[in-house]
């Protein structure tokens, strides 16, 4: 009989639990436990008036801050029906980039290398791998710079408005933005050799990856919900997509499709858009041996990877775009019609909806955030069960190893995750 | 860039964990050349590149020494053994131990010094209890002989 128990699993954001049971080799019990509290952010939405929603939904999490305020802002420009300007999509690409190099970076290097090293954490690492940790940091502090740029701090920017963003970037700092940019791509090379230093675990199993999707591009911030199962679906019809529903033994929502689980992030996005990455990107796909579709789960790190030099790549087209507009503070009309709107974007994690129902007066009546771990978690349970089979001869704390390094692979929010249902008793 | 950083840490949210900010606040009204004033939240990762761009750092924040609260205490981070774990006086996992350690590990070149103050309260909430605000006064004296 085998027994695992992992309270609380480390380097993840919150807090989780693995409990798996295992007797002759079959599976008597194999959980995923989302234990964070229940944070109540679609209650503290309600109330407010539609510009505050990009305010207090951003505090929904430190590192998708920005995805939280873009997915805000799509749902408010749904709702009220207003449209962007070229200069503004640039601008919003640009930020997202910063959030995409802060997100990714931090997972692969500072979570999930540990685990390919056999040690605990990013403190051993340094003292036997100091090259990769400053290298990790050089990538960080090239978010962090262009965040602050565009956003006047990366996280919980302070310049994306409804009405347009708040703050312009010189002519000066874009032509810095755009040499960090060379430089970052540059820095990535570096990344390559370290990423196919790592040997990942040997596993497959096919399942739906859920993505948005706009033809000819790797889209991150418009688009329809594709399928790899059913193709495109409306993002409005995104409840059809996520049908959220409870277990008794955690806070975290689930999500179920086509299947009893789908996969988000950015696996799914390679396998679902991964024919639109730039030429760089495609390249170091190929040099790192990512082909699509690829149904090893562990390897989301390397298509983490991969997303990095295609963002760097889109960076470098918006800035080039930038620099060839006359930029102009904008002050786009808002006019409050009562109704809804849904944003979906994608943030590192996989696809984020938002939905508000407004009143007349702009007024949020109800809200509803759908995070991507919650979408992950029942897949993540269905790679459990396809995975401990074969393992089950290995030691206990092997078999604790592969489950843990496979929940750091989906690179969880659980923070963000936990949410509290909403009861009627009759 | 000045050469010197005062950063304060913490969480407004935390009560008494808001010591740092309250105290860079009052701190930031008396600007001095060659000295730049950072609320670093509660962020860690991001400290570390900021850190690194300056000669020397003081760092203020709630620090929970065993001592009365209010108490306040200026060290070094080699004079204190600093646990590398996220517990109650960081929100989040990365915390300011993690930045030091991380920093010693990287071989940094920056002076750090911590300004420590024991915390009576940190549970969630607005507003520092009475013997924490009551040593706001002598923070500032502190930093200011010395910058």
């Not at chain 1, 970052?184 to 199993?205: C, M, T």
């Not at chain 1, 919900?225 to 959220?244: L, P």
């Not at chain 2, 000669?55 to 646990?83: C, L």
Request: with cysteine; aromatic share 6%.
């Amino acid at each position: 009989m085998t027994k695992i128990d992992v309270h609380h699993i480390t380097r993840v954001e919150g807090h989780g639990n693995i409990k798996v049971d295992i007797n002759k080799g079959k599976i008597l019990m194999c959980r995923l436990e989302i234990v964070e509290a229940p944070r109540f952010f679609e209650a503290m939405l309600r109330g407010r008036h539609y510009d505050e929603t990009i305010i207090v939904s951003s505090r929904i999490c430190g590192i998708c801050s920005v995805g939280h305020q873009l997915a805000a802002l799509r749902a408010i420009e749904d709702a009220f029906n207003v449209k962007i300007s070229e200069q503004e999509k640039c601008l919003r690409r640009l930020l997202n980039c910063g959030e995409f190099f802060e997100s990714h970076v931090l997972h692969i290097y500072f979570l999930a290398v540990p685990d390919f090293k056999g040690i605990k954490s990013v403190f051993p690492l340094a003292k036997t791998n100091k090259d990769v940790v400053v290298h990790a940091l050089n990538l960080k502090r090239f978010g962090h710079y262009i965040g602050g740029v565009i956003g006047g701090r990366l996280i919980h920017s302070t310049t994306t408005d409804v009405k347009a963003m708040s703050k312009l970037p010189t002519k000066k700092e874009l032509e810095e933005v755009l040499k960090r940019l060379h430089e970052a791509k540059e820095e990535l090379k570096q990344g390559v050799s370290i990423l196919k230093g790592l040997k990942f675990p040997a596993f497959e199993r096919e399942t739906e990856y859920i993505s948005l999707q706009k033809k000819g591009f790797y889209t991150l911030l418009e688009g329809n919900i594709y399928s790899s199962d059913v193709g495109e679906i409306s993002y409005k019809n995104y409840r059809n997509v996520v049908n959220e529903y409870i277990v008794d033994y955690a806070t975290a929502k689930r999500a179920k499709h086509n299947r009893v689980s789908y996969m988000v992030g950015a696996l799914a996005r390679f396998n679902n858009n991964g024919q639109w990455l730039s030429d760089d990107a495609k390249q170091i796909a190929r040099d790192l041996g990512l082909k699509s579709p690829c149904y090893n789960s562990y390897l989301n790190t390397v298509a983490q990877f991969v997303e990095l030099v295609h963002v760097a790549d889109d960076s470098i087209a918006a800035a080039e775009s930038l620099l060839n507009m006359n930029l102009k503070l904008e002050e786009r009309s808002v006019v409050v019609t009562p109704g809804s709107g849904v944003g979906a974007v994608e943030v590192p994690r996989g696809t984020l909806y938002h939905e508000y129902i407004f009143n007349d007066k702009g007024i949020v009546q109800d809200a509803n955030c759908v995070i991507p771990t919650g979408q992950n978690v029942n897949n993540i349970e269905e790679d459990f069960k396809a995975l401990l089979p074969g393992i089950s001869k290995k030691s206990q704390k092997e078999i604790t190893l592969l489950l843990e390094m496979l929940v750091r692979a989906y690179d969880p929010c659980i923070s963000c995750s936990a949410h509290m249902l909403d009861v009627e008793f009759v | 860039m000045a050469h010197i950083l005062i950063l304060s840490i913490g969480n407004l949210l935390r009560r008494d964990d808001g010591v740092g900010p309250a105290a860079l606040k009052l701190l930031s009204e008396y600007p001095k050349p060659n000295v730049d004033y950072v609320n670093g939240g509660t962020d860690g990762l991001a400290l570390i590149d900021l850190i690194s761009q300056y000669k020397k750092v003081t760092i203020i924040d709630a620090v929970n020494m065993q001592m009365p609260p209010g108490t306040i205490k200026r060290f070094k981070p080699e004079e204190a053994k600093i646990y590398v774990k996220s517990d109650s006086l960081s929100t989040h996992g990365f915390g300011l131990a993690e930045v030091l350690e991380l920093l010693m590990q990287l071989g940094g070149e920056t002076e750090i010094d911590i300004i420590g103050i024991q915390p009576k309260d940190i549970s969630l909430g607005e507003g520092l209890s009475d013997c924490v605000r009551d040593c706001l006064n002598d923070i500032i004296t502190l930093i200011a002989a010395q910058s």
